[in-house]
């Protein structure tokens, strides 16, 4: 429990410097807002003047405590270019990239956990062999090319799905999730192959161990000490990998929505930066590193409460 | 089934709807026929999804001057003025229904249509005329909102009927600026979009889409479709394959190369009214002899640019006119420098250049110009000319090229704020503050000047030649071409008409079929 | 420390060589000038005169991938060799003394990794803009913290180690113990991070040109022609396809070396 709290407090601090890196790393970046809000003819009197609306012209350290404290608070504060808060920016777009990031974890999960035992388990057959082979390939294969490829098989040629008509969520959660199914198959698949690939390896090399000598002798055949003895232990480092690799998909999730004209926070986030419509960037990049720190936090609290043994460590 | 339709000619001048107020024509001009063939009969209502390349400008301002073409096309369906383009190329009345000019062509006084109503439901008065105008001119804070009024001298309303501009200085073309919108009384674009106009906005969600729905209480004849969706595809390969798989229903300005992988969709083609050209800067050192930049037009092949970088869809220029305007084209000027490296080399060796090195800035935002330039990178490399691209956003490429002109050449497309000889020639003169190229020439200047001052149309047609034969001997610039642009749309899509003015998508006319 | 037994070594190596052998060479000669027009062989299939056929400029698409796969091994190399080379510096010196730097830097390093890699260069490249040089600068940086810390792990293992005990009672100086005695023990480890990390960077830079931000014409790379030939995949399949197998095999052979370096080959 003592650990716990322990690491809760790390996690808020992590937290605290997530936010402050990022908004100081958005105050360091050459290109003033207010040059890029006022267009090529501007005078320094409605500069001065833009700069005061925004607020921009207290000290750094008042702005950010008070961003901070209107953002915990449900407060996002109001985009510089739109004429909107960033709440309504964002609206819709959050949800979209956060189902297609689930899905797409989902989809790894499910799909890698039985894969990299049946890989291990026709270790020495063509199919775990062969498989094995396409696995190595499917590692290499980058997001958003398998992205281009599913597009021209799936929706072109078989025309499993029509690209570039997403429906949003609230106008059909099921045709949106059909829709979705596509881009997060192209998050997945690599995603897939790294996850098998660890398994497969945590196995194998769990079947070294001594407890697993043991188990043959008491009569039990492979397949029974993979599943009966080696696989719980096998799969801890793997949930250590599968919480943290959520991450990487949000972060090809952002990608592959340009690929399959998906709404999401993608194109906003390079749209704003460019724009220097740091308000929407700054929310956007706080909200993926939080769920990133939260989730490595949940990964490690999980580990624990898995195998204890860790806790000695 | 592929189909070509070429769009009208756009013969029809800008002059000859200036004179006049237009004769009383109070509606809009009808649909022309559907395309012949075309799949089947006409729906009104349903919804339509319309591709478009960039969001809209952040402001939806109708009156800011700095609103890219993208976002003034769109506010057209939801803006009017006191006078519109019509698909013709001629001036209509619009919230105006009628409107006269004194004979020193300094006073315009206009009468109010009468129930024209904004989107909000209120009746359009004079105070809301009053309103916009002052605003658009910026009367009272002296920085006009919209630069073309920047002529205004007052606006009056002497009773609920009539509105009466007064000008500073005498214009006939005046009328052309009357497009200025018209907003309520008191409102704040920014804050909440109001027009008159036959679609009404709703919703936008940035970098997302934007949604229109048709004004039922439009005055005129209105929109057929319900409600349209601009949805925002800013990758031109991705805006092609929604097109190709039916996300989309139509899109406007795909250039001949997008076009090449569209199959089963209808292609209106139509010329995209700039003049693309490698623009060199007069004042660059090996660029002031004449004999250099005559040897870059020899060295480039402008026909091999058409068909490698826009597939063959293009019409070819030999100097600063667009091919719109049909009155003022000299044909023979494209026959001034063919093709021959040889003649290239020998010019270049003629004004004492070794070895001729410059960087051609371009907007990486148009990928028809970095592919242009690209194209001509090689042509001059055949002939021992090193050219490099430097590619900028097209901020920096305002600032550093137009404006600040700090570049040794670039390709761009130049395009004119109306269809008259001015928009395209004016910018060459010695003093004009738009001669980004440094362009200098005593006699252009001269037979410049003489044109604008000679009444006779014909003369001064003669007049507007000679500069743009000035223009291409002194080879100010290697000119290349006017690039087609295609509206494509699904069979089932019809009604769509370019205009001849500049930064029109009418989507009233725009149906769905059966 | 290369075990030439081991397959995935092997196959790791064999991919990457070859690779490396067909830049090497097109860095002299490639069977067409990369950069020729020719308006009349638009868009050719491949066939014997042109291996991959041709782009909608009717340039050599097998001379265009070697080109392109050289920029972005020059990409990846010039990366991360910043991000080694800065990485040793600030991990080794971290440490080796340890003390407060150290804590606060590994505290830095850890909310550093809360941002995910790729979305941070996405976010670092649109406000610096593209182009070959930013990019480079860009992912070097972003390497620092990853070699920084397998480096300091490194370091501090090494340093509990008797050699360096004995160097220190000869009274060798610190920067001859860091730099001279131990960095040649963690070489080991550390190649197995470098392949990875060219793996990243190879990865990173197709990402990025492809959505426009990367490199930018004329300058060649994987991503932009993978980009450029989206527009034509149904004419020209064979355009995106040779690109994205350029891509694909550098990655593999990276990823397989690592492995048989004895890194878990996790990107």
């Known amino acids: 429990m003592r650990t716990v709290l322990r690491k809760t407090g790390v996690l808020i601090l992590t937290l605290l410097l997530v936010t402050l890196f990022a908004f100081l790393a958005f105050e360091l970046i050459p290109g003033d807002p207010t040059t890029m809000l006022l267009g090529s003819d501007y005078t320094p009197e409605r500069a001065a003047a833009l700069r005061e609306s925004l607020g921009l012209d207290r000290s750094v350290a008042v702005r950010y405590l008070d961003w901070l404290v209107s953002f915990v608070t449900g407060d996002m504060g109001r985009s510089y270019t739109y004429s909107m808060s960033v709440r309504e920016v964002l609206r819709g777009k959050i949800a979209v990239t956060a189902v297609l ?10 799909v890698s956990v039985p894969l990299g035992v049946a890989l291990v388990r026709y270790q020495k057959k063509p199919f775990g062999k062969i498989g094995f082979s396409l696995n ?57 192959a790294k996850t098998v690939k660890l398994l497969r390896a945590s196995i194998l090399s769990e079947m070294q161990r001594e407890y697993v000598l043991t188990a043959y002798s008491r009569g039990n055949s492979r397949w029974m000490v993979i599943k009966n003895h080696v696989f719980r232990n096998a799969l801890l480092p793997v949930v250590t990998y599968l919480a943290m690799s959520l991450a990487d998909i949000v972060a090809s999730s952002i990608i592959v929505e340009q690929v399959f004209v998906v709404p999401g926070l993608g194109r906003l986030l390079v749209a704003s930066i460019s724009n220097r419509d740091y308000p929407v960037a700054l929310c956007i990049v706080v909200m993926i590193a939080s769920v990133v720190v939260v989730m490595n936090y949940l990964a490690d609290i999980l580990t624990q409460a898995i195998d204890p043994r860790v806790r000695l460590s | 089934m592929k189909k070509r339709i070429l769009s009208l000619v756009l013969a029809v001048l800008m002059t000859a709807a200036l004179c006049g107020c237009g004769g009383g024509k109070s509606e809009p001009a009808q649909p022309t026929a559907t395309p012949e063939g075309s799949a089947g009969e006409k729906l009104t209502g349903g919804e339509i999804t319309v591709g478009i390349a960039a969001d809209l400008d952040t402001s939806l301002d109708p009156h800011a001057s700095s609103s890219s073409a993208g976002t003034r096309e769109v506010l057209f369906n939801i803006f009017e003025g006191l006078m519109k383009p019509d698909a013709n190329g001629n001036l209509i009345p619009a919230i105006a229904e009628d409107c006269t000019v004194n004979e020193a062509a300094d006073a315009y006084t206009y009468t109010l249509r009468q129930g024209v109503r904004f989107h909000n439901g209120k009746t359009v008065t004079v105070g809301d005329v009053v309103y916009s105008l002052t605003r658009a001119a910026g009367l009272e804070t002296g920085e006009p909102l919209m630069t073309e009024l920047k002529g205004v001298a007052s606006v009056e309303a002497p009773d609920d009927r009539t509105i009466v501009v007064r000008l500073k200085a005498p214009d006939a073309e005046f009328n052309a600026y009357m497009y200025a919108a018209i907003i309520p009384e008191g409102n704040d674009p920014a804050a909440e979009v109001v027009g008159t106009g036959p679609f009404r906005f709703v919703s936008r969600a940035p970098q997302e889409n934007v949604v229109l729905e048709k004004f039922a209480d439009y005055w005129g004849e209105g929109a057929i479709a319900d409600k349209v969706t601009l949805k925002v595809i800013p990758d031109p390969q991705t805006l092609v394959l929604s ?13 001949g190369s997008q076009i090449a992988d569209l199959e089963g969709l209808t292609l209106i083609e139509g010329g995209s009214n700039i003049i693309q050209a490698l623009y060199l800067n007069n004042d660059f050192e090996p660029f002031r002899d004449v004999r250099v930049r005559q040897a870059l037009c020899c060295a480039v092949d402008r026909q091999a640019v058409i068909d490698l970088a826009s597939e063959g869809h293009g019409t070819p220029l030999g100097s600063s006119m667009i091919p719109a305007i049909e009155k003022y084209n000299v044909p023979e000027l ?7 490296p040889e003649k290239a080399k020998a010019l270049l060796k003629e004004a004492g250049v070794e070895k001729l090195r410059f960087s051609i800035t371009v907007p990486s935002s148009y990928p028809m110009h970095v592919d242009a330039a690209q194209v001509i990178v ?15 956003e097209w901020a920096a490429w305002y600032d550093e090229v137009y404006k600040g002109r700090k570049f040794e050449a670039t390709v761009v497309g130049m395009d004119t704020h109306s269809l008259a000889a001015s928009g395209c020639l004016a910018r060459f003169q010695s003093e004009n503050g738009k001669n980004f190229i440094n362009f200098s020439d005593a006699e252009y200047d001269e037979t410049y000047a003489k044109a604008m001052a000679t009444v006779d149309e014909a003369e001064q047609t003669e007049l507007f030649k000679r500069c743009e034969t ?12 006017d690039p087609s642009s295609f509206a494509a749309m699904q069979t089932n899509i019809g009604g769509f008409r370019f205009y001849p003015a500049l930064y029109v998508m009418d989507l009233a006319t725009v149906y769905r079929m059966s | 420390m290369f075990d030439l037994k081991n397959k995935t070594f092997r196959a790791g190596a064999v991919i990457t060589l070859v690779m490396l052998l067909i830049i090497t060479v097109g860095v002299f000669w490639t069977p067409y000038d990369p950069n020729a ?18 782009d909608n400029f009717g340039r050599d698409i097998f001379s265009r991938v070697v080109q392109g796969a050289g920029a972005t091994f020059f990409i990846a190399l010039c990366s991360v060799s910043i991000g080694l080379a800065a990485g040793l510096l600030v991990g080794g010196l971290t440490g080796y003394y340890g003390g407060w730097v150290d804590e606060l830097l590994m505290r830095l390093n850890d909310t550093l990794t809360a941002f995910p890699s790729l979305l941070l260069a996405l976010v670092l490249i649109a406000v610096f803009q593209g182009g070959k040089y930013n990019i480079i600068l860009v992912l070097g940086v972003l390497f620092i913290p990853t070699f920084a810390r397998i480096v300091r792990m ?27 005695h131990i960095m040649p023990n963690i070489w080991p480890v550390l190649l197995s991070a470098v392949a990875i990390g060219f793996n990243n960077a190879v990865l990173a830079e197709a990402s990025m040109s492809y959505l426009g931000l990367g490199v930018q014409p004329p300058d060649p790379s994987l991503g932009r022609m993978l980009n450029e030939a989206q527009g034509y995949l149904l004419r020209a399949p064979w355009y995106a396809l040779s690109a994205g197998a350029a891509i694909i095999l550098l990655v593999l052979g990276f990823g397989l070396l690592s492995e048989g370096l004895g890194g878990d080959g996790r990107a």
């Not at chain 1, 990031?101 to 499910?110: H, T």
């Not at chain 1, 799905?161 to 198959?185: I, N």
């Not at chain 2, 000035?470 to 290697?478: G, P, R």
């Not at chain 3, 009349?40 to 056929?53: I, N, S, V, Y």
């Open chain 3, 154 to 180: 490194e370091v501090a293992r090494q340093k509990a180690l008797d050699y360096v005990a004995n160097a220190r009672l000869m009274g060798v100086g610190d920067m001859r113990i860091l730099f001279v």
């Open chain 3, 37 to 54: 027009m020719d308006a009349a062989g638009k868009m050719a299939a491949p066939g014997p005169r042109h291996l991959f056929g041709t």
């Open chain 2, 243 to 255: 097109l190709r798989s039916g996300a989309v229903d139509m899109t406007n300005h795909l250039t």
């Open chain 2, 334 to 340: 494209l026959e001034l420098y063919k093709p021959d």
């Open chain 1, 136 to 192: 190595q390939v499917m590692m290499a294969m980058p997001p958003f090319f398998l992205g281009i490829l599913l597009t021209y098989l799936f929706g072109i040629l078989l025309k499993l799905f029509t690209p570039g008509k997403f429906v949003p969520l609230s106008e059909g959660p099921g045709r949106s999730l059909a829709y979705l199914f596509f881009p997060a198959l192209a998050i997945s698949l690599p995603k897939i």
């Open chain 2, 378 to 392: 090689e042509q001059l490399r055949a002939v021992g000319i090193e050219a490099e691209i430097k590619l900028v």
């Open chain 2, 470 to 481: 000035i223009l291409a001997e002194k080879a100010a610039n290697v000119y290349l071409q």
């Open chain 1, 101 to 110: 990031s689930l899905l797409s974890w989902v989809l790894v999960i499910a």
